[in-house]
Structure formats: C-alpha cells, structure tokens
C-alpha cells in the first residue's frame, strides 16, 4: 500500500533513487550534439597491455571501462560517442589516432589501466598461481601530448576530466613524475593528475584535443578490487564522460562569440 510521504522524506528517497540509478539522460541539440567522441579501447586481444595483481589483461579493465564511457556520455548529451575499437583488433597506436581523424571526432579519449616500473614488482601466490604486484602506489593519471596540434585545448579537456575526477571523490597518482627510468613525466597539474608525455603516438598523431586516461593501478591489490566494483566504475566513467561534455560545452560558448552561426566547433589554443 502506498502511504504519503512527509516532504523531507520523500526528497531523501528520491535523493537515493537518483545516486543509485545515476542522473536522467540530458538531451543536446547544435554543435553539442553533433560533436563525435572517438573512444578508444587501450590495446586488444593479442597486446593486452599490463597485467593485474591477479592475473586480468589490461585490456579487460580497458574494455569495460570504455563501453561505460560512451554510455556516459550519450546520457550527457553526446549521442555521437563511439568505441573506436569495439572488437580489439590491435590497432596501432598510431592507427588509431588516424582512425580518429577518419572519423572526423570532435575529440578522442583512450582508456587505460596503469602498472608501475618492474623494480617495484613483487612476486606473490594468488589462487595457486604466481602474480606480480606493486601496493605502492594507487590512483588515476591523465596524460596529453605537446606534439598534438590541439596540445593547449588538449590540455583543457585533461584538467575539465581531472576536475570531476576529483570533484567525484578519485585521486590521482605521481609516480609517472618520479624521476626514474621509464618515469620522469613532466607533471603539469598535481591537483589533477594531469601529465605531459610527448611519446605517447595516439595522443600525438590526433589531429583533435586527445587525452589518455589511466583510470587506476592495477598491479594495487587492493585498488585492483576496487577497480571492479560496479558501482564505483560507473561513478568514475560518468566522472570522465562529464569533463568531456564540460570541456565540449565550453568550446561551444567560444564559437558562439566568434560566429553568428557555429555549425562546427573550433578550440582556441591555451598558453602551454
């Protein structure tokens, strides 16, 4: 039977309904809605990347990750986002980014799940079998490249993710600015996680603002749990979808100012 409700309550249970079934799709029209979000799955079947703590390809937590990124976004707002990858097919880094440039994507995000150097690795037993790991260091890393053409509007979207990132309870790590072999990252925004590596052929190759999301240390035995809890993967791709929407909704408002008509969006360079 349904009784009625006092109005605190009924706020408190509709407060709960919306954190537990997330925010209702925003509906776009214009250049917002038109704008194509190229997202890419970090390696494939044959190249997973990085292994877990427990043994998981890299590619696994990518592939999850990345198809909860696109349904974020679509219920931002940008029904144009894509997998660009669905069926890893192990794509050249650089082949990507061409593929992206084919596509003609407003912007291309590449989702990724982070390791750490081997002398940090440790050998232990997990299920009977052996694993290596790393409890040292845990956090996500947002990484964009100088080499992009759009490298200032590159670095905007990186720190527009970091914010929401942070702002939805996640925290960065800065073991890539360890000055090591194989580190020794220039990090640019330590409140955001936000690095500049040059090197990196799919952030460079773009001819779009790109930026590449490590979302967390999988070789972390605890983080690698956390990393697959359904809820909290959810909360960090919708983190991730609304930078990018935010980032995107930005470059609108700076068309607008300089055309009557914006039927594209264009990004103004930001001082590196």
Known sequence: MIRSMRPRRLFAVLFLAVLAWGLPAVSRSGPLADAVVAVDVGHGHKRPGATSARGVPEYRFNLDMARLVVEELHRAGLPKAFLLDP???????????RRANRDKAAVLVSIHHDSVQPQYL??????GRRGRYCDRFAGYSLFFSAKNPKAGPSLDMAKAIGERLRDAGFTPTAHHAEPIRGEN???VDPQRGVYRYDG???????????????????VNRDEETVLTDPDRR???????????????????????????????????????
């Open 122 to 127: 440790e050998d232990w037993i997990v299920e």
């Open 185 to 187: 990252r220039e990090m």
């Open 234 to 272: 959810v909360r960090q791709a919708r983190a991730i979808a609304q930078g990018v929407a935010a980032f995107l909704e930005r470059a609108v408002k700076k068309t607008a100012r300089s055309t009557a008509s914006p039927r594209t969006l264009s990004f103004e360079p930001t001082k590196m």
């Open 200 to 218: 990196l052929a799919v952030l460079g190759r773009a001819a779009m603002p790109a930026v590449l999301v490590e979302c967390g240390v999988i």
């Open 87 to 97: 069926t890893g097919a192990d794509i050249p880094p650089a082949g990507r980014a």
